[in-house]
Each structure stands twice: as C-alpha cells, then as structure tokens.
C-alpha cells in the first residue's frame, strides 16, 4: 500500500511558476513509475506528465513540453512537478499517481494521491 500526498499548489499570475510536490509512505516508492494528471472542471482527467522509478526516462503532455519538469527524489520519497510559464488554461487539480509503467493512462496507476488545486490567473 502507497498513500501519495501532494502540496504546492495554489494561486499564481500568468507566467508565474508552481513547484508541485508528491510525497508517498512506504518503503517501496523507489518500485513505482510516477505520473501527474490534472482535471480542470467539467473535463475529464487528463495526463500531464510521467518519470520511470529511477527518472531514467520522462514522458510529457504535448501542452505542456518545455514548460514543465517532472523529477523524483527517492531518497525522500517525493516526485516532483515544476511548471514554468503557467498559463490559465493550466488551471485544474493536480493529481500524483504510483504505478508499475510509465504511462498516459490513469487505468495504468494504482495509487493517487487527493490532489492540489492550481489557479493561474489571467
């Protein structure tokens, strides 16, 4: 069992930047792929942004590319969203998730976390 926490969320200005934070219990979040996902109201979830278990490999949203960063510390048990440049379109609530790939789907992750809110202002 992995329970993921997520902080860092919160209100920002067009071209402002957020760092997101995953904190997973467990002695085995070094095992999972981490991914990212946001849902902006009335749509559906969407995928943002994934990091193999030993961030060998990354994998990104075509939004989003060159404008956010997913890393991973497993030493502290945390990934990571950094978001540059935010724009009002990326105003959603942000989800981290655990599973056993790298993936876009959310039917790939077993464990989410309750999610942090992001508002971009315009």
């Known amino acids: 069992q992995v329970q993921l926490v997520e902080s860092g969320g919160g209100l920002v200005q067009a071209g402002g930047s957020l760092r997101l934070s995953c904190t997973a219990s467990g002695r085995t979040f070094s095992s999972y792929a981490m991914g990212w996902f946001r849902q902006a109201p009335g749509k559906e979830r969407e995928f943002v942004a994934a990091i193999t278990w030993n961030g060998g490999r990354t994998a990104y949203a075509d939004s989003v590319k060159g404008r956010f960063t997913i890393s991973r510390d497993n030493a502290k048990n945390t990934v990571y969203l950094q978001m540059n440049s935010l724009k009002p379109e990326d105003t959603a609530v942000y989800y981290c998730?655990?599973?056993?790939?790298?993936?876009?789907?959310?039917?790939?992750?077993?464990?989410w976390g309750q999610g942090t809110q992001v508002t971009v202002s315009s």
């Open positions: 998730a655990a599973g056993w790939s790298i993936a876009v789907l959310s039917s790939a992750y077993k464990y």
